[in-house]
C-alpha cells in the first residue's frame, strides 16, 4: 500500500503543476482553440521535464512557444508550399521504426542555401516535424532523425544547418528527439563537432556514423561480379575446341595473341585443352573453372585455390590443379607443446602514462563510442537506403498539412451529370 501511496501522490503532484503551468498562462493572454489544443497535459509535462519541473520557467518557455509558432504561422503551413522540396525528397517522413517512432530523413543539398532564405528552410523543417507529430501514436512522443550529409563538400555549411536545426528541435520541440544520426558527414566536420558540442543541448543524443561502416561483406566464387576483370577478347568458341592454338600452351590454358588491329587486349585465356603431354590425372578435379578465374587460379598459392563463399560442395579434392603437391600432414613435423608464443607486452608507465593509470573497465573489451552509434543505427539503416516515394509520403498528411491533395479526398469522384440535371 506505501508504494501505491508515493505513485498517487506523485501523479497527483504531477496534475497540480500541470494546472498552474496552464493557470500561469491564461493570466498572461488568454488561449486559442488551437493553442489549448496543442497544450495539453503530455506537452506541459515535457516542457515541465525539460525545466526541472519548475512551474513559473515552464509556463514562460510555453509562451515562447507559442509566439513562435504565431510568428512563424505553423497552423497555416500546408504541402503546397514545398512542392519542389518534395518532389526531389529533401525532407520526409520515411516511416516507423520498432517502437513506432516516426524516422525523419533529411537529404538538404549544399546549395539549398544559396537560393533559399534560412526562413524558407526553418519552415520546411517544421513541416516535416508536424508531418511526423502528426503520424505517432497515442502513446509515443519522441521520433529519430538522420542527417544526410553526402551531399555536401564543405564542414562549416553543413554544420550551420545542423546547428540551426537541433536547436530549433530543443526550443520548441523539447522532449521530442530521440536519437538524431549524421551520416557521412564532411571531412572536417568531426574536427568542428568536437569543439561545438559542448554548447548543444541536444549533443548526447546526436551521433555520426558513416555509411561505408554497413557495407555487406560479399564473397564471390569465381570473378564473374567484377566485370572490369574479365578480357574483352575472350572467345566463348574457343572452350569448346581441342585443337592447339597459339605458340604457347599448358595443361591448364593456352595464351594465344590477337592479330586485329582494333583490339583493347591482344590477348586472351582459353582452358583447352592443348597440351599432349599431361601432369597428373585426367579425371574430372572439382567445380568447373571459367575463363575469367583461369588466370587468378593458375598463378594463386594453393591456398587461394580453395573456393570462396560456398561450403555446400560436398567432399572436395585437395586442390583443384594436381600438378601443384600439397606436403602431406605428419603430427612429427611441429611440436605445439614447444611453441612460444610472444607475451603481450604490458603498459609501462614511460610509454603512456594514461594506460598505465587505466582500470579496466570488465573481463571483456571495453566497447568504444564508434561502436556505439554503429550498433544504434542499425536498426534505421532500413529506413536510410529506402527508396524515396512523394505519393507514400503525402498519403501520410493529414489536412491542412496535406494541402488540396489532402483535404479533396481522392476516393471522391464527380458523378457524371447530363444537361437536364444541371438547369
Known sequence: MGKKEQINNEKHKDIERVQAVLQLLKKQAPLSVKQEKLCNNACVERFLKVKGENVKKAAKHLRNCLNWRDSLGIDHLIADEFAAE????????????DESR??????????????????????????????????????????????DASFFRSASAFMNILLASLKIIADYYPGRLHKAFVIDPPSLFSYL???????????????????????????????????????LRFNPSSISSNGKIGSCSSSRFSFTVSHHFDSVKPWYLSLADTSSAKVGP??????????????????????????????????MKKSFFPSTPLPTKSKDMVDHSEIHHPRAMRPSFFQSPAMFFKKDGGKGHTISRVDKCRESFQPFLKFYRRPYDEMIYRSKMRPPLGGLISIVSPHIRRRHMSASQRF
Open 282 to 315: 585426367t579425371t574430372n578435379m572439382g567445380p568447373a573453372i571459367s575463363p575469367l578465374n583461369a588466370r587468378s587460379y593458375s598463378f594463386a598459392s594453393p591456398i587461394d585455390r580453395t573456393p570462396r563463399g560456398n561450403n555446400n560442395m560436398g567432399p
Open 86 to 97: 518534395l518532389a526531389e525528397g529533401l525532407a520526409y517522413v520515411s516511416g516507423h521504426d
Open 193 to 231: 563537432w568536437k569543439g561545438v558540442k559542448t554548447f548543444v543541448d541536444l549533443a548526447p543524443l546526436t551521433m555520426v556514423v558513416s555509411s561505408l561502416d554497413f557495407e555487406e561483406s560479399l564473397e564471390f566464387n569465381d570473378f564473374t561480379a567484377y566485370p572490369r576483370a574479365a578480357s
Open 102 to 147: 516516426p524516422v525523419l530523413i533529411f537529404r538538404i543539398k549544399q546549395d539549398y542555401q544559396k537560393f533559399h532564405s534560412q526562413k524558407l528552410f526553418t519552415r520546411l523543417l517544421v513541416f516535416t516535424l508536424e508531418v511526423a507529430i502528426q503520424t505517432m501514436a497515442k502513446s509515443v512522443e519522441q521520433f529519430v532523425i538522420l542527417f
